[in-house]
């Protein structure tokens, strides 16, 4: 007889499309608890410029139980190969004690990592390479993953040096980061994304990074680099962290980064989509009902 996997629910969308939300709503109804798969949230302190929406999860005995935020400090380095690991403990750990896991996010890598038990090559940090890279400019590292993988250098977010600087580590070291393989899967998954046009996607970015200035992420980014966080690691962690630090160095006039920084999350939910619409197994929804039926329908089977 066939062994019944362990089921698993994915709420998954592009940046500011309202997933954290959704979620908690559904975690609510349905006896859950919410795993994160996003690869900034886990850093301790990096709170507004992340979106943890740590409100929308309640207080109390009504508070909605989370995992893998706040679980790191920002000087330290986080995989995809760590994500798997811890995500796949917290998983099993609500399963067993007879509640629903349900994954939020939008690090499409993380999130195959689940659903399609997706394995990355190996390779252990290489300190000679990590060294070289210090020394290489974001265009020659470019150039140099063209030659060597092409097909991760077509998909990779090219603003993103950790994620190119570990694609070209495995690189260096006789393999292509894109040679990774799906196995047998792992969990019986149901994924349900959030979409809208991009003009409406668009409108509400600019919102959210309007606010987020208003709630202080500008002395959130301060603070951190008074912790000892430096420029350089700032701006590894990309988009509000590295537009906000380039302005606090003074390379942008106040408006001119809000302008930059809009832009580029823009680009960074329209890359998001395109890898999110390659899975076809994927359930877009346009409201929370929607989702509760698709749901109910999956817990019954």
């Known amino acids: 007889m ?3 996997l362990p089921k698993l629910i994915i709420i998954l969308g592009p940046t500011a499309s309202g997933k954290t939300k959704l979620a908690v709503a559904l975690a609510r109804k349905f006896n859950g608890e919410i795993v994160s798969a996003d690869s900034r949230q886990v850093y301790i302190g990096m709170d ?17 139980p989370y995992h893998l935020i706040d679980i ?16 796949t403990v917290a998983i099993n750990n609500i399963t067993a004690r007879g509640k629903t896991p349900l994954v939020v996010g939008g690090t499409g890598l993380y999130i195959s990592a689940l659903v399609d038990n997706y394995q990355l090559p190996l390779g252990k940090p290489d300190k000679k390479i990590r060294q070289k890279l210090k020394k290489m400019k974001i265009a020659d590292k470019l150039e140099a993953l063209k030659k060597l993988d092409m097909m991760t250098y ?5 603003n993103n040096l950790r994620r190119i600087d570990r694609a070209l580590e495995v690189c260096f070291n006789g ?30 970015i600019d919102k959210r990074v309007d606010d987020r200035l208003l709630e ?14 430096s420029w350089r690691r700032m701006e590894s962690f990309g988009l509000e962290y590295r537009f906000i630090s380039r302005y606090l160095r003074g390379k942008y006039k106040n408006q001119e980064m809000i302008n930059l920084l809009k832009t580029a999350i823009h680009q960074f939910a329209k890359r998001q989509m395109t890898w999110f619409k390659r ?12 989702a509760e039926k698709l749901i109910k329908k999956f817990l019954k089977k």
């Open 279 to 290: 899975d076809t197994k994927i359930h877009w929804i346009k409201n929370k009902s929607q």
């Open 154 to 158: 077509e998909k990779i977010d090219k």
């Open 175 to 204: 393999q292509k980061f894109s040679s990774g393989s799906k196995k047998k899967p792992i969990y019986n998954t149901l994924q349900i994304g959030l979409k809208f046009p991009k003009n409406v996607m668009n409108k509400k």
């Open 2 to 4: 066939k062994k019944k």
């Open 48 to 64: 507004i410029g992340t979106g943890k929406d740590l409100k929308e999860y309640g207080k109390g005995e009504k508070r909605i």
């Open 216 to 229: 202080g992420m500008i002395g959130e980014i301060k603070k951190l680099h008074a912790q000892k966080i």
């Open 72 to 87: 790191i400090l920002p000087k330290t380095e986080f995989n995809v190969f760590k994500f798997k690991k811890k995500a």
